[in-house]
């Protein structure tokens, strides 16, 4: 559906300027990841809206996807598949308890240890960067993480460290593991579907 809606969108765009706008392929790919970003926040906000924790969903998305672009992971063969388990994955995160007021440091900190070990990851069909671009991408990711925990301390933001503890959680062997197992779960052949789309 949002593979089709890029499409559309990409030839329009093209049709508006041939001449000095990228590829079809291109424009439809960069309006995918948009629009899969715009659908996977509404939904967020959505499920945010119904736990009645809207404010934790926004920032758990927000923190876990700057993580999640500075230091890669897992990647779903479909892209319904990957908004189905950002919800998914963020819903669970919302639930971990603040036992004290602590407790957010801990989880800043835990994430971004896991981080630290584990990033970053990439799919073996994505380009790889650099080593020194991949430095300052963790390095940028360091300086989010320590911002997040003192934005948790003074403005009581602990989903912003949630987010950051759930990426560091998928980045883990185990973590991957069970992304590629609910991969194959939620859609069998999602390449092909995608294609298909």
Not at 130 to 148: G, P
Request: glycine share 8%.
């Amino acid at each position: 559906m949002l593979e089709r809606l890029a499409l559309t969108l990409a030839h329009q765009v093209k049709a508006l300027n041939a001449e000095e706008t990228e590829s079809v392929e291109v424009l439809t790919f960069g309006f995918t990841i948009i629009l899969h970003y715009l659908f996977t926040l509404l939904l967020v906000l959505a499920v945010g809206l119904l736990h009645g924790e809207i404010w934790l969903f926004l920032q758990i998305a927000l923190s876990f996807t700057f993580m999640r672009v500075l230091t890669g992971g897992a990647h779903l063969d479909h892209s319904i598949g990957c908004t189905l388990l950002s919800v998914l994955f963020i819903t669970a995160i919302s639930w971990v308890p603040f036992a004290n007021n602590y407790a957010w440091i801990l989880y800043g900190i835990s994430g971004g240890l896991l981080i630290w070990k584990y990033a970053p990851y990439y799919e073996a069909h994505q380009v790889v960067h650099t080593e020194h671009w991949e430095r300052r991408k963790k390095r940028i990711a360091y300086i989010l993480i320590v911002l997040f925990i003192i934005l948790a301390m003074l403005m009581s933001t602990q989903g912003l460290v949630l987010g950051v503890l759930l990426q560091g959680v998928l980045l883990t062997p185990i973590g991957l593991k069970v992304t590629r197992q609910l991969n194959r779960f939620i859609l069998k052949g999602g390449e092909t579907n995608e294609e298909n789309s």
